[in-house]
């Protein structure tokens, strides 16, 4: 039997869920209503003890008043994170944007004490920021190790593609964080890097055996334990040889018998968010609670529905299915790790009326985001491309509703702009680019004509399965140079994706690359490849006249 | 010889500049940082004395925020308005964003005292959402008459399409807003709606005399100012039989003889921003503001440099070329107007700890969106469009950087994908759809097979040109009928191209018209024209599966 709505065991259990919300104000403002609940369900829920929110969207000023907002609903000590693996700016408008971890994965092969040094200040810009807009818990570092290009999930998300690299950077990660006095989340264990599949849309199956594991994918695990990280987020993979029938999130081989008896890891254990298809394709909110939790797990990340998580929850602790001191055991996991970033987080609510007011961004976070640019910046070929009358700046994005690479003062698209380029936007919305050729796969006469730039913003997105690396952009790299109208190329993201092209690229054409898509990284490249002169006025031009909407 | 920076003279004519900021917190964040103030600029400019401000872009959050700064950083009370002629939510998100003025025309046609009772309410929530954000004026009523259907910069802005109509609609829109204690401002003195040309990109020439503009474009400013209107802005044109050197924002012809001395206006007269093309063209900042000024201007809006303004009008004060009196009789009018409003806005702050966390939308605001956009809805053909496994939904967007009418929620994307359309958006930055041939303008091969509904967003903008009306969408309805493969047709916005496209609509060809080009006015357009089945389960299904960027 159910208990009543308001049951201490019910209060108990709710503590230990993370439900999801938007950093907005209004209902109406919410960019993934579906799984994000209304204010008038987040009430209801904090005010019977959900203990946990996850946050995405919204300006970071939105998100300071959000997490207070969110503090006086609740009541008792609530658990706040985001996603902000790369900075508060990611997510939250405002913040300080950074290079994907993997930049300096890449830089660590060149010089690993400066390597280190970047990612402690990394972890310290994000923490920091974190902190003041109110958020105590941040979802990073991420320590798979990406040991698959093909990898559509994790990709650039990892600081590295080596053991050594992941597990040093990850560690200077996450003592930047604690020097800012937040909590972080090492993830996706046992690790999310050798896979070809997404998560997201389907539940990936790995062969490795718990040697393989132990000499690759945990060692950058067992190096932030040791680092002293707070939380470690489950991954949604079946690992075959250690559990034939449940996904890791659901696995008392993998949570119970190597998370807690092999590496004796004593914090948090948090499901990643189960709201994924890899798990709800085959289990309901409860059910996967249920088994998230016997298996190991002390938090429930976006369960597809909050009651009827804590209600199966309520039933297993109630019939015995999941003995007590389990849910005694997570309580007070819980209740220290928020004992640890209490006296930060306190100190922030008594300067919270003067600092509401001071920009988030600092000097010093503006002079990192420049600096990690800087210093993963390729340039196979410094241009500069010749200016043109007629020239196509093609530029390839992920989705443009809203686009969250490109402004109407973004510079990769005012500075081609200024050197007489024509700007043509590709989005899997818009009207396609491809004919029904393999070796001619752009259909040209869809462009115009001239010289073509093209910009490739590719790092292989979530949800997005593999379907960036479909688009033939080696044919079509080949195709324009042989017909003599490639101006120039770069690619913001993925390596993998630029060393595939810069293979096939004639000599003398201005190429670039940045493992960043933000604006810092556009200016950088553009300011390579383009007439400096021209760039240099181009300042904060804007590509239309417009100064209204 | 230019005055000390803080002299006194100098202070006085601060006083009189209205500048351009974002309603964003940080620089970084501005969408138009060519026409927006730096904090810092800002900073000094308010501590030099300069006494208002136009905001533009941020949520409604951010808004109430920086009016709050703003105030701080000045010290001496503030104009701060906004351009929120559609409701608050036109200009800042979480506000209410209302159908355009004209719906209101037109139902004014068949039920003036709907129309009117609807035009107050619209003023009303206009009114309460600024004042609650902090804003202490909104710009508008639009008096202008659009008698011109071709106008590309007031079209559905007006009110109506005669004297009668927007006379009372704008009277009745005014008193709204004077019930909330805000000021309004009616524009563009002297009427801007018989212009074929956009004064952001030149300046218009008209050839009316002062009997033809009493007999239709004055009418609404005269009612308006018996209904008290506490503003009146200027337009940039050029009415050369009235004064053939200047445009009527500069003309002592226009401002001192037509509108202070014939129609005895005793408010404050502002001009329209500077920083036009139709203006700068021909003046720079100075000349501009001295000559605005010295036509009987009080308020000088967006001068292109705000310190050249002060400059120059100073020393035309101490020269002697523009009387002393005038400063004072400006400043006493800008006094008179914040003495109006003071009352409600101090009221306002000493309320706003409380209200701050209220949501700014109330239940009302929101039927009152919906009821405008239920009156001027007007179904042609009912539909229902035949679901369809390889229909094209293809919308056409001004741009999408961002897009201000759709998101991935939009009810245009997901009511027709869940009826069985792939969405193809069309806007200016994307792949053309258009071939060379005027009878089959729509290169359909590039749209792919199967039926096409056609969704429309055209309204006419500024800084657009006529380049709406060059899109060939009357042949291209004829050529999608001709191959069979017209599904539905709607056109959110502009009634003229709507009576254009439906005279060759071929009959039972399902299609519809809103004046509104919001989620609201999408969702009830496509719930005609749909299978209600499918719109009933859609609720806020987004278009693609994410749940993360």
């Known amino acids: 039997m159910s208990p009543p709505i308001q049951s201490p065991l019910r209060r108990q259990v709710a503590e230990l869920l993370v439900v999801r919300a938007s950093g907005h104000a209004s209902d109406d403002q919410r960019r993934y209503p579906k799984w994000e609940l209304s204010n008038a369900e987040l009430k209801r829920l904090l005010a019977e003890g959900v203990g946990g929110v996850i946050l995405l969207g919204g300006t970071s000023n939105e998100i300071r008043h959000r997490c207070k907002k969110l503090r006086q609903w609740a009541k008792a000590p609530l658990l706040l994170c985001a996603d902000v693996e790369e900075g508060v700016g990611q997510r939250f408008e405002g913040g300080t944007w950074l290079v994907p971890p993997m930049a300096l994965g890449r830089l660590y092969q060149e010089d690993q004490r400066r390597a280190a040094n970047l990612a402690e200040r990394y972890g310290r810009c994000t923490g920091h920021q974190a902190r003041r807009c109110g958020l105590n818990w941040v979802l990073a570092p991420v320590c798979d190790v990406n040991n698959n290009p093909a990898n559509p999930v994790i990709n650039v998300r990892a600081w590295g593609e080596d053991t050594a690299t992941v597990s040093s950077l990850a560690c200077a990660f996450q003592q930047g964080l604690a020097a800012e006095g937040v909590l972080g989340c090492a993830k996706h264990f046992p690790g999310h890097g050798n896979t070809g599949m997404d998560s997201h849309l389907q539940l990936p199956v790995l062969d490795d055996n718990l040697r393989q594991l132990m000499e690759l994918e945990l060692v950058p695990f067992q190096a932030v334990m040791k680092a002293g990280i707070d939380s470690i987020m489950t991954a949604h993979l079946l690992m075959r040889n250690l559990d034939a029938s449940s996904p890791a999130t659901l696995s008392p081989a993998v949570l119970q018998d190597i998370l807690r008896r092999q590496l004796k890891f004593e914090g948090l254990v948090v499901t990643d968010a189960l709201v994924m298809r890899a798990i709800t394709q085959s289990y309901?909110?409860?059910?996967?609670?249920?088994?998230?939790?016997?298996?190991?797990?002390?938090?429930?990340?976006?369960?597809?529905?909050?009651?009827?998580?804590?209600?199966?929850?309520?039933?297993?602790?109630?019939?015995?299915?999941?003995?007590?001191?389990?849910?005694?055991?997570?309580?007070?996991?819980?209740?220290?790790?928020?004992?640890?970033?209490?006296?930060?987080?306190?100190?922030?609510?008594?300067?919270?009326?003067?600092?509401?007011?001071?920009?988030?961004?600092?000097?010093?976070?503006?002079?990192?985001?420049?600096?990690?640019?800087?210093?993963?910046?390729?340039?196979?070929?410094?241009?500069?491309?010749?200016?043109?009358?007629?020239?196509?700046?093609?530029?390839?994005?992920?989705?443009?509703?809203?686009?969250?690479?490109?402004?109407?003062?973004?510079?990769?698209?005012?500075?081609?702009?200024?050197?007489?380029?024509?700007?043509?936007?590709?989005?899997?919305?818009?009207?396609?680019?491809?004919?029904?050729?393999?070796?001619?796969?752009?259909?040209?006469?869809?462009?115009?004509?001239?010289?073509?730039?093209?910009?490739?913003?590719?790092?292989?997105?979530?949800?997005?399965?593999?379907?960036?690396?479909?688009?033939?952009?080696?044919?079509?790299?080949?195709?324009?140079?042989?017909?003599?109208?490639?101006?120039?190329?770069?690619?913001?993201?993925?390596?993998?994706?630029?060393?595939?092209?810069?293979?096939?690229?004639?000599?003398?054409?201005?190429?670039?690359?940045?493992?960043?898509?933000?604006?810092?990284?556009?200016?950088?490249?553009?300011?390579?490849?383009?007439?400096?002169?021209?760039?240099?006025?181009?300042?904060?031009?804007?590509?239309?006249?417009?100064?209204?909407?």
């Open 284 to 549: 309901n909110a409860g059910e996967a609670a249920v088994m998230a939790f016997a298996a190991g797990a002390d938090l429930i990340l976006m369960p597809e529905n909050a009651d009827d998580a804590i209600e199966a929850l309520c039933e297993a602790l109630q019939s015995g299915q999941i003995p007590m001191q389990r849910l005694h055991a997570s309580q007070e996991r819980r209740r220290e790790a928020l004992q640890k970033v209490g006296t930060s987080t306190a100190k922030l609510a008594l300067k919270d009326s003067t600092s509401i007011d001071k920009p988030l961004e600092r000097d010093e976070d503006r002079a990192l985001a420049r600096e990690l640019v800087t210093a993963s910046l390729k340039i196979h070929h410094p241009g500069p491309v010749t200016p043109t009358e007629s020239g196509i700046n093609l530029l390839r994005v992920d989705g443009v509703l809203p686009c969250s690479v490109l402004t109407a003062t973004a510079p990769a698209l005012v500075l081609p702009s200024e050197a007489g380029f024509q700007s043509l936007l590709y989005h899997p919305l818009g009207i396609s680019p491809w004919q029904d050729d393999r070796d001619q796969p752009l259909a040209l006469e869809r462009l115009g004509i001239g010289p073509v730039m093209l910009q490739l913003f590719l790092r292989g997105n979530p949800f997005r399965g593999d379907q960036d690396r479909h688009e033939p952009w080696v044919a079509t790299v080949k195709q324009l140079q042989q017909q003599k109208r490639l101006a120039g190329l770069v690619v913001y993201g993925s390596p993998y994706i630029w060393d595939e092209l810069i293979e096939v690229l004639n000599i003398g054409i201005p190429a670039a690359y940045s493992p960043g898509q933000m604006p810092e990284a556009q200016r950088q490249v553009l300011t390579c490849l383009l007439q400096p002169a021209q760039v240099q006025s181009s300042a904060q031009t804007p590509l239309f006249q417009d100064f209204t909407d």
